[in-house]
């Protein structure tokens, strides 16, 4: 084969990058450059005339350390006689550092010699550039390592290449179990498998989902959701060479999201349903919820209140209500808790609405505030009702204190919580010196007989029993003594515990200083009976006797309590003459009877009676005497 002219190898130098050369290898094992075309000083700073006058001078540029390389790669090549590549250093005359490739060809000549023809680029950018990505591999490969989050590398077949310390963790494989593994069908779940294999071809042909939530499985079956962050590694041209997986377990995440959701959900049905209403403001005292129950309690619409101040509610109002809320309100700047605050608020439909209110300061982990939570109640109906039992009672006050002296209530132990004014203007003690004292505290006549229904009433509260019309004496210092007369009953709560007394008393002093001087008179009234020969006594309407005069046991020889209650027709007499004194009701009557006073005692009497009229002229009795002969 004849060699290459010069003229040749100018020719294809002058229509490619790099340098050409001819080298022949010499007997004496150097080598010598034949050609060098004009490259050489773009590539080397040396001259192709240069090189090939004296070839040292290129060994010279040679980087020290890749020497030794370089020649036993060459002498192998030549003894050899095959075709040779290296990459090795050299440094320019200047002092630049480059990296070059050379490729040659052995061509044996006619005369038997060979010589090599072969080509030397300049790589230096590529070398770089290698050198930057493995720079950047190792970054990554020391970030992935060590990276908290799972980490894996898939081929473009879906083979697993790579696998970090974290997704052993997460999925239970070691490296040896899971590298070269197909990554779907080792964990993905069946279900779920050819949407994750769409979504990895798609984005192989750039226009897949490089951020996605995927269910996957662990060694032991068990189903895990992550967060998957998926990258295509490409080369220069685009082409996918492998995919990398940085993924995130949101398991518990995602499950207390639906929890939470879950949650959400029961609240608002709750709140749409409950008589109650729920609220929330922000760290501004701003409303940022309010449930629905709360519009449609107060007709307010929801730009009236959601974005609005908590302190916007004071707006419009009186100077007397905003007193009403400065409590309240300092409770809100000063962030503590506030339960049970009472409002009043204008309703679109009605005159207003009565609301209660109840709200707890919330704060984040590091105690900053985020705002109020809390709920509300309608208690328009409560209030209305209360109102309505205040005026009931003031009304039953003012009505039992027209029948009776006073008006009283007593605690479960017995402590006074009311006395009407009566009991002020009977005995001159201020109602507030009586309210918060004990029942036992009350000033009653030290005579045992006048107070023994007053201890009988004590008992029966302690009992719990109701009494009426316990009549005893009490003493008031530089007051004539007084009778009273009170009647209780026991009172309990909405839930049956007892709760104390309430009652009525009555001034009747006057009524037993009556009662005493009719039984003065009814004794000396006995006691003339007692000397004389006549009966006297009186009947009702029903002709039934209800008085004889204490002598009639003496001169009929019959009980006093048996005769008592007995009918007037029982008693035998001249007919005519009872019909007479019986049915003329107008005038006083007299005649002669013949009544049977004793078991075996007949006598003539003789009576004389009187009819009681009331003022309306209305027949109620008789009452008269009769005269035993």
């Not at 090189?51 to 020497?67: H, R």
């Not at 908290?148 to 083979?159: A, D, G, N, V, W």
């Not at 294999?197 to 939530?213: E, F, P």
């Not at 309010?290 to 109002?317: A, Q």
Request: glycine share 6%.
């Amino acid at each position: 084969m004849s060699p290459l002219s010069s003229i040749d190898l100018k020719d294809i130098s002058d229509n490619i990058s790099g340098v050409i050369f001819q080298l022949q290898y010499m007997p004496d094992k150097t080598h010598k450059y034949m050609f060098v075309s004009e490259g050489a000083y773009e590539l080397f700073e040396v001259y192709g005339e240069e090189i090939v006058k004296d070839s040292s001078v290129l060994f010279k540029l040679y980087y020290q350390e890749d020497f030794p390389r370089i020649k036993t790669k060459t002498i192998e090549a030549f003894l050899s006689r095959e075709p040779f590549d290296i990459e090795h250093r050299i440094v320019t005359p200047s002092g630049k550092l480059k990296w070059i490739y050379t490729s040659a060809s052995p061509r044996k000549l006619d005369d038997g010699k060979v010589v090599w023809v072969g080509i030397i680029l300049d790589i230096t950018k590529r070398k770089d550039a290698e050198s930057k990505l493995l720079e950047s591999q190792n970054r990554l490969q020391l970030h992935t390592r060590k990276s908290p989050l799972p980490y894996l590398e898939i081929s473009t077949e879906f083979k697993i290449m790579d696998w970090n310390f974290s997704a052993r963790e997460v999925f239970g494989y070691s490296g040896s179990e899971i590298l070269g593994q197909d990554f779907i069908e080792k964990l993905i779940p069946e279900d779920n498998q050819d949407a994750v294999r769409q979504n990895l071809m798609d984005l192989m042909m750039q226009h897949g989902d490089n951020v996605t939530t995927i269910d996957c499985v662990d060694v032991s079956g068990k189903r895990k959701i992550s967060e998957w962050y998926i990258n295509p590694i490409t080369n220069s041209v685009g082409k996918v060479l492998s995919i990398t997986i940085l993924l995130r377990d949101i398991t518990e995440k995602t499950r207390a999201k639906i929890r939470l959701q879950e949650s959400e959900k029961k609240f608002r049905d709750i709140a749409s349903f409950s008589s109650d209403w729920f609220w929330e403001t922000d760290e501004n005292d701003l409303f940022t919820y309010v449930s629905e129950r709360y519009f449609e309690i107060t007709g307010i619409t929801h730009d009236k209140v959601i974005g609005k101040s908590i302190f916007g509610l004071l707006d419009g109002v009186s100077e007397k209500i905003q007193k009403d809320w400065q409590g309240f309100l300092k409770k809100v700047r000063e962030r503590k808790n506030f339960r049970d605050f009472e409002f009043k608020v204008k309703n679109y439909g009605k005159d207003h609405v009565w609301l209660r209110a109840s709200g707890g300061a919330c704060y984040d982990v590091k105690g900053n505030f985020l705002g109020y939570r809390g709920t509300g109640s309608d208690i328009t109906l409560q209030r209305e009702a209360e109102q309505r039992l205040r005026d009931s009672e003031e009304r039953f006050r003012h009505i039992a204190e027209d029948i009776y002296t006073w008006v009283w209530e007593v605690d479960e132990e017995g402590y006074f919580t009311y006395v009407s004014d009566g009991y002020t203007r009977l005995t001159t003690v201020p109602v507030e010196k009586v309210v918060g004292r004990h029942l036992k505290d009350m000033r009653v006549s030290a005579d045992p007989a006048k107070q023994l229904n007053w201890k009988k009433a004590l008992e029966d509260i302690m009992e719990r029993k109701e009494f009426c019309d316990y009549d005893f004496q009490v003493d008031f210092p530089g007051m004539p003594r007084k009778w009273f007369r009170i009647s209780g009953v026991p009172f309990y709560t909405e839930s049956d515990r007892f709760a104390g007394f309430r009652g009525t008393g009555s001034d009747i002093t006057e009524e037993r200083d009556k009662e005493e001087k009719i039984a003065g008179i009814d004794d000396r009234l006995q006691d003339f009976s007692d000397l004389s020969q006549r009966i006297f006594w009186e009947c009702d309407s029903k002709y039934r006797l209800i008085f004889a005069s204490g002598n009639i046991s003496r001169i009929a020889a019959i009980s006093y309590d048996k005769l008592l209650g007995k009918k007037l027709s029982l008693i035998d007499s001249n007919d005519s003459d009872r019909q007479n004194l019986l049915l003329n009701r107008q005038k006083l009557n007299s005649g002669k009877f013949k009544i049977k006073l004793g078991d075996n005692i007949e006598t003539v009497a003789v009576a004389s009676a009187k009819p009681l009229l009331d003022s309306e002229e209305n027949f109620y009795g008789f009452r008269g005497v009769i005269d035993v002969s």
